[in-house]
Structures are given as structure tokens and as C-alpha cells.
């Protein structure tokens, strides 16, 4: 029921594109802001946008999950598998407090600000990354973007002053946010596939960014904003995979309406310029099909390559071995795929 029931939100508004610095057409109904703050990446049919900056590297990767995954598990796999269900029992979007006839903000109730978090913080586990707070100014302005949002029906960086509701602080965060035509928590999920943003990956890629954080959560009933621009993360590693190495869900894979085999595996960094990477992907010893595309610089990392594979899809059991030459930095690092519900 939940898949169905994000695909008729996504939809609804499909349409909202956008890119880099402009967010009048993205692709697949996600919309973000771009790099220092410019507005880009309005993925257009999935009801998403958001923003752009970040990275990682290889001597220190952004891969496998980082800590405990509750008692009993023992393996990492078991560990792995014990935070994502954990992490996924629930996934409340909380009720909101506020009015489009009023154009009240209103606000989110605990569940649907802290699960959406909590997914955030779960996703961020599996690349191995820290996880990050909510701040109480970016969550206020965020709710003023969501209510701005669905006044409106629609998605926009950059929010003209004629708009229903239309706020200074709704708009700085529209600026600044990844931005969805769902509630917040769904919202998460749908930004990690990033269905119709296919030159930037720009939802995942912000999530994944090693400078996030703290971020803004607000949501309505229908729409929500997460702000991750500005954020004053400083995590060490040199470049994030996603999937990520080790053990890792093959839920995610499918977890939103959009396959990321579909919409493609990325590697995203700082440091590391990919723009001429030649990727590998084996399994068993055996050479996978894969189109290797350059992503648009600035949302969420400084560069990136999305890896699509062609004629094949993920499969819990099978462990795929990533290698990226042509770099100045040779990567390499193996997915397993293990079916965790």
C-alpha cells in the first residue's frame, strides 16, 4: 500500500524540473537548490526537488555501515539488517497543525519530524557517514516552504512574492531545500531513489553529503521541505558509493516507486574529480553491463558519476565488485546484497 500510495503523491505534481541554478523543469517531480544556495534540480514525475553540494574519496570511503545494530546481531550483515528493520518499524508521518486558509505553518507532530530523521540518519548509516541533527530556526523556515508548497500545488525554488501563502523565510528555505509533492517521511525514501534527475542525483547525492547537516525537516499533509544546504558537516571520507560496500539492503533498492537500479548506483566526492572514470562492475567474476554518465557538479558533492546497470538488476545473494579507474584515484569496493525483511 505505501508504494501505491507514493506513486499517486508523486505524480499528482509531476512536471516540476529543473537545473543546475534553475528549477523550472527538472526532471521527475523532485526539485532542489543548488550549489551556495542557487535553486536547481526539480526532479520532475517523482514530486521531489532539492539542492546541491558535497562528497567523499578512497583511502577513506564513506562505505558500510557504521556501529551497533542491536542486540542479538552478530554478523554484519545481521547488524546491517537489525538497523534497517529497526530504523523502518515506524515510519509515521505525524499530523499537522496548520491551515492554507490561514496560510498558518502550523508544524509537524514529533513522529513525522523525528522518523524522517530517522530515515536520513538510517540512509546515512549505510554509506557509513555521521549521522545529523535537526535545528530548530531551519525546521521553522522549512515548515513555512511546506506550507508554501502546497498552497500553491506546486514546486519552486524560487517562489515568486504573488504566491498563496508566500513567506521570506518560506522562500529562503525553498532555496535551500530539497523539496517534495509528499509528507516528509516518504519524502526521504523518494529523494534517495531520485526518479527524473538524471543529469544530477541531486536528492541522494545532498543526503549523502559529507558536509550535511544540521537540516530542516518541515512537512504538511501533501508536501514537504528539507533544508541541507549551509550545513557544517565535516566527515573525513573521501568519497560516498550508494549503494554502499558491505553488506547492504537489497530493500533499498526498491524501497520508493523508482528502482535505483533504474534511476543508477552513484559515486559522489570532494576530492576526487570522476569526470573520467571507467567503471566495472562484476559479479562472480562475471562483467555486468553499465553506463557510466558524469553528474552536474554541486549538489551535495563536487563531483560524481552515476553507474547504470544495463540488463541486470541487484539480487539479494550476489555480491557486486565495483572498480573505477581513469582517475586520479583508482576505487574499487564490492556490494553485498542481502535481503534483510
Not at 186 to 201: C, F, H, K, Q, R
Request: charged residues 15%; negative net charge; contains cysteine.
Amino acid at each position: 500500500m505505501r508504494h501505491f500510495r507514493l506513486l499517486a503523491l508523486a505524480l499528482a505534481l509531476a512536471g516540476c524540473t529543473g537545473t543546475f541554478g534553475d528549477v523550472d523543469g527538472d526532471e521527475d517531480g523532485a526539485t532542489g537548490a543548488g550549489a551556495n544556495g542557487s535553486s536547481q534540480n526539480a526532479a520532475t514525475g517523482s514530486g521531489l526537488s532539492g539542492p546541491g553540494s558535497g562528497g567523499e574519496s578512497s583511502a577513506s570511503a564513506g562505505g558500510g555501515p557504521v556501529g551497533s545494530g542491536g542486540a542479538g546481531a552478530s554478523s554484519p550483515s545481521d547488524m546491517m539488517c537489525a538497523r534497517w528493520n529497526a530504523d523502518r518499524q515506524d515510519l509515521d508521518e505525524g499530523n499537522w497543525s496548520g491551515s492554507i486558509g490561514s496560510c498558518n505553518p502550523g508544524d509537524v507532530s514529533a513522529p513525522g519530524r523525528d522518523n524522517a530523521l530517522k530515515l536520513v540518519n538510517l540512509y546515512r548509516f549505510l554509506a557509513g557517514l555521521p549521522a545529523v541533527t535537526h535545528d530548530g530556526t531551519r525546521n521553522t523556515k522549512a515548515q513555512a516552504c511546506a506550507l508554501m508548497m502546497h498552497a500553491n500545488g506546486q514546486l519552486s525554488h524560487n517562489p515568486p512574492t504573488s504566491w498563496t501563502c508566500y513567506s521570506a523565510d518560506g522562500a529562503e528555505a525553498a532555496g535551500k531545500s530539497n523539496i517534495a509533492s509528499t509528507p516528509g517521511v516518504i519524502g526521504v525514501d523518494l529523494y534517495m531513489a531520485d526518479p527524473g534527475n538524471e543529469s544530477t542525483i541531486g536528492h541522494r547525492r545532498w543526503i549523502l553529503s559529507r558536509s550535511l547537516g544540521p537540516i530542516g525537516l518541515g512537512s504538511t499533509s501533501s508536501f514537504s521541505c528539507m533544508w541541507v544546504i549551509g550545513g557544517s558537516g565535516a566527515s573525513a571520507v573521501d568519497w560516498v558509493a550508494f549503494p554502499s560496500p558491505g553488506p547492504f539492503p537489497v530493500e533499498a533498492m526498491t524501497v520508493s516507486f523508482a528502482s535505483v537500479d533504474d534511476t543508477g548506483w552513484t559515486l559522489q566526492s570532494d576530492t576526487i574529480d570522476l569526470s573520467g572514470a571507467q567503471v566495472t562492475i562484476t559479479d562472480g567474476g562475471q562483467n555486468l553491463g553499465v553506463a557510466v554518465t558524469t553528474l552536474a557538479g554541486g549538489y551535495g558533492s563536487t563531483h560524481a558519476i552515476k553507474m547504470t546497470p544495463q540488463g541486470w538488476n541487484s539480487q539479494a545473494g550476489h555480491t557486486y565488485d565495483v572498480s573505477v579507474t581513469g582517475i586520479s584515484q583508482a576505487i574499487s569496493y564490492s556490494v553485498e546484497m542481502v535481503a534483510c525483511e
